[in-house]
């Protein structure tokens, strides 16, 4: 069955930008090789605030993984015998075994192959969760990303007329809990293990020090913007892992929008701002009319402006 | 009118169990006959920590009453002469007189017969509100549950099919807000008016100390998980009274969710999270297609496993 | 073009109450000329209570804005010389220039006139974006209102059916954070200048101490209570340009919502609650069916009673 059917391998590439894929499947369902290595290691979240995380691949979010419908996905994920922590995946588009994450436990050192259908279309959370107390610590150390089932035919608008996008881009949008002194000032670390216990108390409180997209404040400014032209469609897959978010583009709408990322419904049309649950990954359209700096950011706006939720979107043309 | 329909009582049973009920009414409408006795007592919410609850037949979330549309709900409040506070009902499926909250308010030794149409289809909070600062104050001592009015020919999918559950759970999500002394550890009190002060000033924190599903944490695991058998369609009724909430099912979805409990339109489909308002009761259905256990959580994952919303459902089969 | 078509002068009125309007457009698209004056000032959250705000017309919220579809807006902000700070606007009705954040900056004794179309239907905050952390404190300052860019030929139910109000009331929900002395006190600031820093720490607690409907606890509440009568249907507008909320009738529901505010889209019915994500504008109709007082509020009850998010509507008739 699967073992019969093509194979190919995908090369995941670091968020925002996705993976190449066709937007209509071609052919018959393939399986889609992947590989994910975790990297644990000290990030500066903004100007000397140091965090540990626990990253797919070495980024926060973890790469954005994109697939058609009856797919297979052959995912091979490394812990390297550098790493100090065991991991593992629990993909949302999975079945079963909780996820793949019962199937998945890596010690360092140790790696693990493991295949899945893609029977369910939409945008999808995946994210270590290794048991206990270490699920929402290693979410909370940026260990999540996301995976795009397309529809075999690709995305249709309520009438089912098809819906494509110019490029896409993947925002992952990631809080942070990280612990201050007596004095206020924020605390570094010297091993992994050793953040954990204060962060834990942080998080108790439910209020993040930092919520950002990719990885750190301004991760998605200046040089680093995302960007587009005049007349281009771009398509936004969101995700956040723990808490609810409120995605909004500054100047721009959601002509298109699957808030919860389900393709096979009716997407919601021209939003100001969508509502994204935590534990979920969205997905919106929208087509540029306009040339200039757009913003993209959680509409929470102390969350945007004070913590760190806020990307720019450059477009050119006339 | 309603006094000429049948009467039947409905056996209420403690969540996370639901009444026996018929998916498609049978003949016409009905009076149903529900009594509600408050009881107010200290629970253990984890292990060493105490907190005064007031709850509908001393289970928190409240029973789940169970009727169709058309249906009068004849409810009856039984505030024992043993209680020291008065308390009412706000039924969501209720039409004016504050929910019926206006009507139902009773003393300790008093008891109320109060009857309503169910006019509305979907999932609906019911919760005691007796005024001012008692509103948030009950609520937060667990006291809501959730009535479910079902369509007269039952649910359909968004083409009009059919849909059918092999077995309903209803878990009830509450949050929780017990004071800590000078050294952070849990305060106890001997009196449920005795807790009330500190208690509101946790609450003002708007940072629950716990979140749990059916009263405790752990409440639905090991020999109290929630069961099911693989090609089981499994309802599972959800109701948050304050918070926002977002089930998801670790290794399942939602294959038909009226996150906001509206039965007469179309479900989402093939959800891997669902956000459902505080003070709402929605609803999803899958079908188990694997055995093994599977954890169902509100996915803010220091809520699920550091605040305590997670339980098990335990799949048999092959 | 647009300078051909016919002008007319918006009518703003404080909230809860709505421009005059016609729900059907009557003849061709028009400019709908209004003019908006930002006022700095220090109000009354609650009793002894004070904060400052900078308020659109003076009003917290600032007036809602109604036009149609294909209409343009001309918009003149007014930023009076007695004021310390520079402010704009940026309305997710508009497309580009930053919602016309870009456009309109206006120093103190400045002013200036921006045209946009309304491309989009739905209900839309506005809301004061000067820039950096400007953004997130002009805003929790009470800089912000809402747009209706209503369907030229009305709203429609999800048959094509239309949908037609007898009168509509708007709802700005704000969240404050007024910073408190060691001893938990509320403090007072000369200055608007002089609030900000302590305000903005409170702010990134992400924990309002007040969350208010129409700028002050009680505002919507007896000789101030909305009103209708037994059969009468009522449109209710709601925004919260930053966090998220769910608003509930006690009593009541929601007949048509459309929560995030679009009306291109099918209404959801029949809700008890429904949540709008913050930075969004929703719309929701209900038809009065009983006499009595009803109760308005966001249902996380500890933010409705002990924070302030409670209004009331007092229906007349038999
Ligand atoms: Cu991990
Ligand atoms: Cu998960
Ligand atoms: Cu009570
Ligand atoms: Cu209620
Ligand atoms: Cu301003
Ligand atoms: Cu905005
Ligand atoms: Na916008
Ligand atoms: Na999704
Ligand atoms: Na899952
Ligand atoms: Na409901
Ligand atoms: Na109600
Ligand atoms: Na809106
Ligand atoms: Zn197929
Ligand atoms: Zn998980
Ligand atoms: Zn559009
Ligand atoms: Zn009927
Ligand atoms: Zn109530
Ligand atoms: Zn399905
Ligand atoms: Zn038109
Ligand atoms: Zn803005
Ligand atoms: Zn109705």
Redesign the pocket.
């Known amino acids: 069955t699967a073992d019969q059917l093509e194979r190919v391998t995908q090369e995941l590439v670091p968020p925002p930008f996705v993976p190449k894929h066709e937007q209509v499947a071609k052919g018959k369902p393939k399986v889609v090789q992947v590989t994910l290595t975790v990297e644990e290691k000290q990030v500066e979240l903004e100007n000397g605030v140091k965090a540990w995380v626990s990253a797919f691949n070495g980024s926060v979010p973890g790469p954005l993984i994109v697939c058609h419908q009856h797919d297979y996905v052959e995912l091979t994920l490394k812990n390297p015998k550098t790493n100090a922590l065991a991991h593992n995946i629990?993909l949302?588009a999975s079945t079963g075994a909780l996820?793949g994450g019962e199937l998945t436990l890596v010690s360092p050192g140790e790696e693990v192959t493991f295949r899945f259908k893609a029977t369910k279309v939409g945008t999808f959370?995946?994210?270590c969760?290794p048991g206990g107390i270490m699920i929402p610590w290693h979410v909370a150390m940026g260990m999540a990303g996301a995976i795009m089932v397309l529809p075999r035919d690709g995305l249709k608008d309520g009438h089912g007329n098809p819906i494509r996008y110019d490029k896409a881009y993947y925002v992952g949008e990631q809080d942070f809990y990280v612990p201050t002194d007596k004095n206020g000032k924020y605390k570094e670390y010297s091993t992994v293990t050793g953040s954990m216990n204060d962060t834990l108390e942080v998080m108790k409180t439910l209020t993040p020090s930092h919520i950002v997209f990719n990885g750190a404040v301004g991760a998605l400014t200046g040089k680093n913007a995302m960007t587009a032209k005049v007349g281009e469609t771009v398509m936004f897959i969101h995700s956040q892992?723990n808490r609810d978010t409120r995605p909004h583009i500054i100047g721009g709408h959601g002509d298109y929008v699957w808030a919860t990322g389900q393709f096979n419904d009716a997407p919601q049309t021209d939003l100001e701002t969508w509502g994204i649950p935590g534990?979920c990954a969205g997905a919106a359209i929208y087509t540029f009319l306009q040339p200039g700096l757009y913003a993209y950011v959680n509409h929470n706006l102390i969350e945007a402006i004070m913590k760190g939720a806020a990307g720019h979107i450059k477009v050119d043309g006339e």
């Open positions: 629990d949302h996820g959370v995946y994210h969760a892992p534990g």
